[in-house]
């Protein structure tokens, strides 16, 4: 399941197909093991309470049709037709859908945003030309601020149904799968084996997420293969033995006979009928695992099938078995001999189906992380060759214990598939919703056509959401309590955030005062390399000035580094680094600027630090080759030939060079890319460049020639300056900060910095324990925000 295989092709047909069946066949195990093992809860959770099963089969026939057409437009129509090729460079996912709105609208609420972020080979748009109805849209959206922070909050509130999805499916998948045992025990000794055999499969499955889905990921398919192949196998056997009219049951006359009998019933049983598509939300989700063609197979010609059979064979023999009305469940419809078997099946299919969603709950808190919507937390690794697998100790362990509270708790399955229906449904308005604005801004379709599927797959979507809903105290309270708490988590981190960005922004100090310090100031530079962490892609940090009042000394090798988010699933390595100079070349100051997208992996301390170490290197030696101020001579007059044109270069393994000029505006919204230096104009250079093929840890420094001119011999000290300060060692220099609401602030604005925001700080992880800095090469400033 690597990504870049998924996305390769071969060039011959044959292996093209050949690659394509087995990323289908690899895409069972992880994209469609929830919807997979949703037969088992569906009708048992639609006659649950709200209609019963009656001797005309209209009630079952009813749900047959509903379940049948909802399979079809939601995920068939919808999701493998349409919101599939709404992917971000081969990514799918709310967070997907929102970056390509922020690469074609200007909505983002992240705050230091640059132009050169434009020139990533990810960040790609649409080439179709601009329609004037789409500019029209777009225009809408960035002339009003409020609707960028409600887009926001639209997305963290998909966000937060999935993470409540990820509590709700374990505890309803496994539940459903353990409860049939109520077929071989007594009503008294079921009650009392199911909770605990639920929730040891539980403790077990979150126990074994610290190794990883790769380590197991092997068995994941052949399962939901094995699974598949089983439910439509007693499908088929259950329409040809029992009722083999049942397909009549298909046409979408039986929903309006449904309807006509069940009226105001009928409707409130939608609430477990949705329970069918559960899952379907996935298929985009794990897009940049597989491929388009690889997931529309998997569904079309498999999954999709086998769903429809294994409903259709259960209500084929309800139709026929009456006296089971009060216990409708899966396993009734299963011959007694193959019970045990099957039992053993759906046990491990709910496994896999968990697993699943656990999974896409850590790659989406991580995401949000990312763009500065969540609080730290751990991100583990799991494999070095599969792409996105990881592993987030504190999320992992409460996942555990909220999904053992939900079993325990609501112990039916009614109230579980209440609330998880409704986060499903929450979830499908989200995408809904975000795809109708990728139609008309990034396909640049006529908003008639986005209006169409807004309406059209929105008004199904309410349908159902609206059934849920009414559920409130039924269950439905759950999904809405727990998206309300996040969401208030993740708006208040980002808002805390932005807000000490602005601080950071307006208290910034001057080049001129860093150049100033000296000697004659009692200011020395001691060996080694200071890494300054800012979030500013321009001019000096405030807590740098903090710094050196307090302690009047700083290394002589003087690197100020961003690390920033973009709005693209990730940044190629070779585009990863932005460096350049802070002041002339004697005072050994550089900035770096280092971008990643929203799926990327971080690097660890010591491996980032040997490879800014030598995209360093490569950087001055380009930077010496390259007259610095030959472009602006051009254009200055004599006068101003001193002042100096700083740029930042892109240092990577690129295939081809390329320099683009780019007018700065350093507001709130837009960053500069240059560093506010003394010069003609504000203007900053991106250039790619070449740097040696093989990469290593400590750069090399040829042997002095006597011939060497003055601008080699320059570049040649300050390589052997570099060297020496990273032989000398390198500190961190990171700010410990406090924030506190400005006097005069709302009494919500206090609440939610002075106490909200500084809960969760001292709460989750440092800057230091994120990049898993070493306490001896570490430095804290102090620093108090007041926003």
């Not at 068995?219 to 397909?247: D, E, R």
Request: charged letters at 15%.
């Amino acid at each position: 399941m690597d990504l870049d295989h998924g996305k390769c092709w071969a060039n011959s047909k044959k292996d093209s197909w050949r690659t394509t069946l087995l990323l289908a066949y690899q895409s069972l195990g992880v994209v469609y093991g929830d919807l997979s093992i949703s037969p088992l809860y569906v009708y048992k959770s639609t006659f649950a309470e709200d209609i019963h099963h009656s001797e005309t089969n209209e009630e079952i026939f009813g749900v047959l049709s509903f379940i049948f057409w909802t399979l079809t437009l939601v995920p068939l129509f919808k999701y493998v037709f349409i919101v599939l090729r709404a992917d971000d460079n081969g990514e799918g996912g709310t967070f997907a859908l929102y970056s390509s709105i922020c690469r074609h609208a200007k909505v983002s609420l992240l705050p230091n945003r640059q132009v050169a972020d434009e020139l990533l080979s990810t960040y790609k748009l649409e080439q179709s030309p601009d329609r004037e109805y789409s500019s029209k849209v777009r225009m809408l959206l960035e002339k009003y601020k409020f609707l960028h922070t409600a887009l926001l909050i639209l997305v963290l509130l998909g966000t937060c149904m999935v993470i409540g999805d990820g509590i709700l499916t374990p505890a309803i998948s496994v539940f459903s799968a353990v409860s049939g045992l109520e077929l071989s025990m007594s009503k008294d000794h079921h009650q009392y084996a199911v909770i605990p055999i639920t929730c040891f499969i539980l403790v077990c499955l979150f126990a074994l997420q610290h190794y990883g889905t790769h380590r197991v990921g092997s068995f994941f398919a052949p399962i939901v293969l094995l699974w598949l192949i089983c439910i439509s196998a007693l499908g088929l056997y259950n329409i040809i033995w029992w009722n083999p009219h049942v397909y009549q049951a298909l046409s979408p006359y039986y929903m309006l006979k449904f309807f006509r009998k069940t009226k105001k019933q009928g409707w409130l049983s939608l609430g477990g009928i949705l329970l069918c598509i559960t899952g379907s939300e996935a298929m985009f989700a794990d897009l940049g695992h597989f491929s388009y063609a690889a997931i529309q197979i998997a569904f079309t010609f498999l999954v999709y099938p086998a769903l429809i059979l294994a409903y259709m064979g259960q209500a084929a023999y309800l139709s026929k078995h009456h006296q089971n009305a009060d216990s409708i469940s899966y396993y009734v419809s299963v011959p007694e001999s193959l019970r045990w078997p099957v039992l053993a099946i759906a046990i491990l299919a709910s496994v896999v189906g968990s697993q699943a969603i656990i999974s896409g709950t850590f790659s989406i808190i991580n995401q949000s992380q990312s763009l500065s919507c969540f609080p730290r937390v751990k991100v583990v690794h799991t494999s070095d060759k599969i792409h996105g697998q990881i592993y987030i100790p504190e999320i992992n362990w409460m996942l555990m214990i909220l999904c053992i509270a939900v079993t325990i708790g609501f112990r039916d399955i009614k109230h579980m598939g209440n609330a998880s229906g409704l986060a499903v449904m929450a979830v499908m308005l989200v995408t809904t919703c975000l795809t109708s604005l990728v139609i008309v801004l990034c396909w640049h379709k006529p908003p008639i056509i986005a209006l169409v599927f807004l309406f059209f797959f929105g008004s199904i979507e309410l349908l159902y959401f609206s059934a849920s809903l009414v559920k409130f105290r039924e269950g439905a309270w759950l999904p809405i309590l727990l998206a309300l708490l996040l969401v208030t988590i993740m708006f208040v981190w980002h808002y805390a955030t932005i807000k000490k960005y602005e601080y950071d922004l307006h208290n910034k100090v001057s080049l001129e005062w860093l150049l100033a310090l000296g000697p004659t100031l009692g200011i020395c530079r001691v060996p080694g390399i200071g890494l300054v962490f800012t979030d500013l892609t321009s001019g000096i940090p405030a807590n740098f000035s903090r710094f050196v009042t307090n302690l009047p000394a700083f290394h002589r090798i003087l690197v100020f580094v961003c690390v920033k988010s973009v709005p693209v699933p990730f940044v190629p390595p070779a585009e990863r680094y932005l460096l350049g100079r802070v002041g002339p070349a004697s005072h050994r100051s550089y900035r770096c600027i280092v971008r990643y997208g929203y799926r990327d992996v971080h690097q660890d301390v010591d491996s980032f630090e040997s490879d800014l170490v030598q995209r360093l290197a490569d950087f001055i030696r380009y930077d010496w080759c390259h007259p610095r101020a030959s472009c602006a001579e051009d254009h200055a007059s004599a006068s101003d030939q001193s002042s100096v044109k700083h740029r930042l270069s892109a240092v990577g393994n690129a295939e081809f060079s390329r320099t683009s000029v780019f007018e700065v505006d350093e507001n709130m919204n837009q960053v500069s890319v240059s560093f506010g230096f003394q010069t003609v104009e504000s203007i900053g250079d991106i250039i790619e460049m070449n740097p040696p093929k093989e990469r290593r840890v400590r750069f090399a420094i040829d042997d002095q020639d006597e011939s060497e001119s003055p601008t080699e011999f320059e570049m040649r000290q300050e390589l052997e300056d570099l060297l020496a300060g990273q032989q000398s060692g390198t500190a961190f220099i990171l700010g410990h900060s406090h924030v506190k609401a400005k006097q005069g602030s709302s009494i919500m604005k206090r609440l939610a910095i002075n106490f909200g925001y500084n809960f969760l700080r001292r709460n989750c992880r440092g800057p230091h324990v994120v990049l898993k800095v070493p306490p001896a090469s570490l430095l804290e400033v102090g620093m108090v925000y007041v926003v």
